[in-house]
């Protein structure tokens, strides 16, 4: 790795490199960083009342992602700029910057979350009349669990028993919450850790969590209510991960699995009149369309960025930090105070 004194900051990327491979990084993985943060490096060289990477504000990092804007695919831009954003705010975290200037320019790029001007709208009214004529179990708990939470389809079906901290007296519901939603009642644990293909809890997994950060994300009544009714006739599951959502069809008993909550959702919506065959995601209403309700719905009702951004599981660290902290407090009440009503 190209590094100037590993002990010293007098080249604060190699010294930010030299501890991600310390925590485990692939050589791919620091290269990649490498190859970004050299580029800003020689951006802000040319920058402007820019000295060093000390002296860097956030216009100097929007005017380097307006530069690769045009050059780069914008996923691969997000990349980039996350790669930015994480070198300062480790840089800052262990004092050896004094701010972090991207985290404005990420906040202001997470404007645009599943912002679609031409994507079809539903009120909270027209939502609860679609839920309510969702009769079947697990199909309801399906989409209220989507509605309720703003997870993937993916990070749904990860979810385990244990994930889950939910005090009923209505149903046998005895498992052991895992520690992190110990004092967490009415709680659900989305974590980031599944990945297509590894083995979590002891069973392989068919679909990856994309989420950046864990989350603990709170169950209202509506959610608790559709849980206990979806629990009450859960088939029994062979695995040992004891998945929260199995199959009730073929696959009795299985995970439920990526494409059977898609499939439920297209039939729903296709009922409504929300879904038509090769009408593209700003007609057709999609599990990732429920991300996009809760998104938007939240968001306006709330005006709580941060707090819609950690239950999205994308937050930054520091509001991370907070957050998790004040999570019985701030992020439950203002949560419980402002989800939409849809049963």
Known sequence: MSAADPGSTNDPIAYFLQDIEYQGKTERTWRAYERVLRDFERFIQEYPHVDTLHDVTHRACMAWIHDQRGEVAESTLATYASYLHRFYAYMTQIGEFEENPMALVVEQMDESIDVDPTRREISVDEMRQFVIGIRHPLSRALVV??????????????????????????IEFNVEPRPQLHGKPESIYVSPEPARGTVVNGEERTASNKRKRPTVIPVDAELHETLVRWLAIRPDT?????????????????????????????????????YRTGGGASENVTPHYFRHFFTTHLRGQTGERGIVKYLRGDVADDVLDTYTHNWGDRVRETYEENIYRLL
Not at 248 to 263: E, P
Request: glycine share 8%.
């Open 238 to 274: 062979h695995s040992p991960a004891d998945p929260l959502f199995t199959s009730t069809s073929g696959a009795w008993g299985s995970r439920i699995s990526a494409d059977a909550v898609h499939a439920t959702v297209e039939h729903h919506a296709r009922d409504r009149g929300w």
């Open 145 to 170: 669990t989507l509605l309720k939470t703003g997870m993937r389809a993916g990070e749904l079906c990860n979810l385990d028993c244990r994930d889950l901290n939910l005090m009923t007296d209505a």
